[in-house]
Structures are given as C-alpha cells and as structure tokens.
C-alpha cells in the first residue's frame, strides 16, 4: 500500500548533515513514485536473486526448496499486519524446519519509512529482525507528522544513542544501499505496492495469510 510523505525535511532530522540526507530523500522518492508503474514482465530468477550493497537480510537456510522475497515499507500497515499476524507461524512452519529462505528488502515509499530501515541497517546484524519486529509493533507511535522522538525511544532499546541515532540517519552510504534495492524492484520487477511477495519467482500482491502463504508453497514440497 503506498503512502504519503508524513513529515516534512525539517521535522524528520535534526542537525545539518542529516537535513541534507532529508532533502536528498525528499527529492530521490518523488522519482521512484512515477516508477513504481514500470517493469511486470516475467522475473529473472538469477536477477531477482542479485543482492543489494549492503547485503541480505534472510531467514532459513539457503539450501531451502522455497524461497520467498518480501518486499516491504516501514510506514506500511499491511506489512505490519503481515508480520505480526502470518510471518510468525511462516517461520514456525516453514522457515524453522529449512523448507523456507525468506529474504526480506527495503521498499520505503516515504523519508520516515527510510530512516526507520536505516536504524534497522545500522544495529547489529543480529538485532535487525528483532528492530523490524519492535518497529512495525510499535509503528502508530512512530509514524507520525513528528517521528524523531518516538524512533529515538525505539532505537535506544536496541542500544543506540542520541549520538549513533543521528549519525545512523544522516549515513549516505546505508541510504544509498537502501535506495538501490527500492529503485531495482520498482524498474526491474514492476514492484508498486507492499507488501509485494516473490515466491520462487512468482510474483504475490498483498499481505498474504498463512493459508494463501501455504497453497503457493505446499507444490514446491512435494516429491
């Protein structure tokens, strides 16, 4: 589901540099916005599984028969809802038995949605699912015409401070990778809203319950 930019460049950082990285975001999610139409045509497996610059974020083993491909925004209500409700039991059926590789990507449709994925990016690899799951939980708090305080509050729970916080949010280098990945689906996948779900290829609109989720995995697992 798309949304609207929720804060303005001044209201999202503070400090120079990182009011530059707002007025960069501003400007670069107004172009991805007219791209998000292109593109649709058949997947390449071997390109859908090209990581970006700052790596993969999975779930599972990479052997799995089955992989899935989310790709979300923070500020997305129905991604919310897709990890707090069906992700839960995927991983418990799927993913923790080895029939599942889920990879998960950045698709922020607004600046708030971005600087959450960067605190994400920013925090030890191993709390960057826990900081998805605290942040789409708690996402009502944060995304807001004011976000910075209520994502401060997040972020000190996985150990940043004021400091790191603003240092996270004005790294050109994290956005840059985050961009890469967002632009890549929008023009090579026709990826326009999220959730967008490939699954061993397939393209997969919506926040998807665990049934629909299991009747487009069920076939790959038999013998």
């Not at 809802?81 to 038995?97: A, M, V």
């Not at 959450?116 to 900081?131: G, H, I, N, S, V």
């Not at 990826?191 to 997969?204: D, L, M, R």
Request: hydrophobic residues 45%; neutral net charge; glycine residues 8%.
């Amino acid at each position: 589901m798309r949304h609207p930019v929720l804060t303005t460049r001044r209201e999202l950082l503070t400090g120079a540099a990182a009011l530059a990285l707002t007025v960069a975001l501003s400007a670069n999610f107004s172009d991805v916005l007219a791209q998000g139409a292109a593109g649709g045509g058949p997947v390449s497996s071997e390109e859908l599984m090209q990581a970006g610059p700052l790596g993969e974020m999975t779930m599972g083993p990479d052997n799995a028969p089955v992989t899935i491909v989310e790709y979300a925004s923070m500020t997305c209500p129905h991604c919310a809802h897709f990890h707090e409700t069906t992700l839960p039991e995927l991983k418990k059926r799927y993913i923790d038995t080895g029939k599942v590789r889920f990879i998960f990507r950045e698709f922020p449709f607004d600046p708030v949605a971005a600087g959450a994925f960067m605190l994400a990016r920013c925090a030890d690899k191993d709390k960057y699912f826990p900081m998805i799951d605290m942040l789409f939980a708690q996402q009502s708090k944060w995304a807001v015409p004011k976000p910075i305080g209520p994502l401060l509050a997040i972020a000190k729970q996985a150990g940043f401070t004021q400091a790191t916080f603003e240092a996270c949010l004005a790294n050109q280098k994290v956005l840059e990778g985050i961009e890469w990945v967002r632009n890549r689906a929008s023009e090579k996948f026709g990826v326009e809203s999220t959730p967008t779900f490939f699954i061993n290829g397939t393209k997969f609109k919506g926040a998807l319950s665990i049934d629909e989720m299991a009747k487009a995995i069920d076939p790959y697992l038999k013998s």
